[in-house]
């Protein structure tokens, strides 16, 4: 079985592809269970297509089986690590875009892709644990006269740029450096607005070799190569400068 990456697949709405290969009987019998559920749904008054609802009956059973604790000796013993359940950690951004459109407001992480709000309403009334982080504005500056990145920095510029902004990398910005994009020793702030995830690799070739970048804007780069190549990294990945 296999859950798509939200980034790979470029959903942008809270959902992923799900695809697999199963044993006839076992997709027979999951295939039965999903819809004997998505009928019960209807029936109770969810009035969503049954595609729909289909979707909404496999988490279900997902969740009703984390709620088993199957691999301890029994709840409160010692040694049981009880039931996993649903754990999941939303950044809530409110933007003034927010208030008037449709946009998506929060990031899950563990999902990797933006949430709309009423999905987040939907999850704090289900079975699920949900831990909502306060507001960051991933636009705040808030400099401070050191060289060290504190954490505050580290997680809104990891909710700006998810990823190293090398070049077609994807190692995800919670495993990468810091860097000071303008050194910090010839009077550039440390501020987010200045900071960039780079892998370590990254963070290596930017420091000791001829690869460079400049910030068109937080959140979108421009490198250029030690041969002059020249390309844009932003949240649409990697391409030439002139797209
Ligand atoms: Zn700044
Ligand atoms: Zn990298």
Redesign the pocket.
């Known amino acids: 079985m296999e859950v798509g990456d939200p980034d790979t697949h470029g959903n942008t709405n809270g959902i992923v592809h799900l695809s697999g290969v199963l044993d006839a009987a076992d997709g027979h019998d999951l295939d039965v269970a999903i819809t004997r559920r998505a009928h019960l749904l209807g029936d109770l008054g969810n009035d969503a297509p049954l595609d729909v609802r289909r979707s909404v009956a496999l988490g279900e059973l997902a969740r009703a089986d984390l709620m088993l604790d199957l691999d301890g000796p029994g709840p409160g013993s010692p040694g049981s690590l009880g039931s996993p359940g649903r754990k999941a950690v939303v950044n809530v951004h409110i933007t003034d875009t927010t208030l008037v459109g449709h946009n998506p407001v929060g990031r899950w992480d563990e999902g990797r892709c933006p949430i709309s709000s009423e999905q987040i309403k939907e999850w704090l009334g289900s079975a699920s644990t949900v831990i909502v982080r306060p507001v960051i504005d991933l636009a705040d ?1 808030v ?1 401070i006269d050191s060289y060290e990145i504190p954490e505050r920095h580290r997680v809104q510029v990891q909710l700006r740029d998810h990823r190293c902004r090398f070049p077609h990398c994807t190692r995800p910005a919670t495993r990468c450096d810091l860097d000071h994009a303008r050194p910090y020793g010839e009077g550039w ?1 440390t ?4 900071e960039v995830p780079l892998c370590r690799r990254h963070h290596r070739a930017k420091t000791h070799s001829a690869w460079s970048y400049d910030i068109v804007m937080p959140g979108s780069y421009e490198w250029t190569s030690p041969s002059g190549f020249r390309f844009r990294v932003d949240h649409h990945g990697t391409h030439p400068p002139d797209d």
């Open positions: 500056h400099p702030p501020c987010p607005c200045n």
